[in-house]
């Protein structure tokens, strides 16, 4: 989402002086502060790391304090998982709690759930997360009708080249989502980075679209035309292409694996 608006106001200014070291300066305020709320939600065994760690589930790069995300081939949440909410919520039946658990997770500004709940699931913290709710907003997208799902959607990603060799070597094989993942049915409104992921809908199966809403009509931003798709969900690799400055990915919805 978008930067906190007294670093951004600060940032305006200091460019209007065009003042080098001011700019530098601001850059590692904004990382250090980036950095502390980041490490909160950081399993204990990463944040004292001195040094790079590699798992099954991603590869720690100390030095950018950053998780590269491994594209996982089980699905190691599928034991944690409830259906909390009916199988079939139509726009009038959303309660109450339905709703906070939307807004709860797309207003980043007004609280860090968003961040919290990804942040554990993309490192695997297990013990720290709030499966309730997990749960909850998963079965939400999972229970709402959707009749106006798109062809396709779109998300602008930056990846390290650790990440997109992820991609690469998983081409026409199938990966499942580590945390919730937000999308776009507008390709100009996505976020700028060195990559787009597209997630095509119209060549999958119906049961395959369970995992994929569209909650923008409830969101806190709904100029983004957000769509999220669940934690868990099954998809292919269709391609991987690089044009110049930007990879494309493109993806899509698969049917969970049975057995």
């Known amino acids: 989402m978008s930067e906190d608006r007294c670093l951004y106001q600060v940032e305006l200014e200091v460019t209007s002086e065009n003042d080098e070291q001011l700019w530098i300066v601001m850059e590692r305020i904004r990382k250090e502060m980036r950095d502390a709320r980041t490490n909160i939600y950081l399993p204990k065994t990463l944040t004292s790391l001195s040094d ?64 919290k709940t990804n942040l554990n699931l993309l490192s695997a913290n297990l013990n720290d997360i709030d499966w309730n709710y997990v749960n909850k907003l998963r079965s939400l997208i999972r229970g709402l ?20 060799e992820y991609y690469l070597e998983r081409r026409n094989e199938y990966y499942y989502t580590n945390s919730f993942t937000s999308f776009t049915i507008d390709r100009l409104l996505v976020y700028s980075g060195n990559a787009i992921m597209m997630l095509r809908t119209d060549s999958c199966s119906e049961e395959a679209k369970i995992n994929l809403a569209n909650i923008w009509k409830w969101s806190a931003f709904s100029d983004e035309k957000e769509a999220l798709l669940a934690v868990g969900t099954r998809l292919k690799v269709l391609s991987v292409h690089n044009f110049g400055c930007k990879w494309e990915i493109e993806v899509e919805l698969a049917d969970d694996e049975i057995g």
């Open 145 to 164: 009708t959707q009749t106006n799902l798109k062809h396709m959607y779109y998300r602008g990603l930056t990846l390290s080249d650790r990440e997109i």
């Open 52 to 115: 790079d760690f590699d798992t099954n589930d991603y590869y720690y790069d100390h030095s950018k304090n950053t998780l590269n995300c491994k594209l996982l081939t089980k699905n190691p949440y599928q034991a944690y998982f409830k259906q909390l909410y009916p199988l079939t919520i139509n726009e009038h039946q959303l309660t109450d709690d339905m709703l906070t658990v939307l807004k709860s997770y797309t207003d980043s500004q007004a609280n860090e759930c968003y961040m």
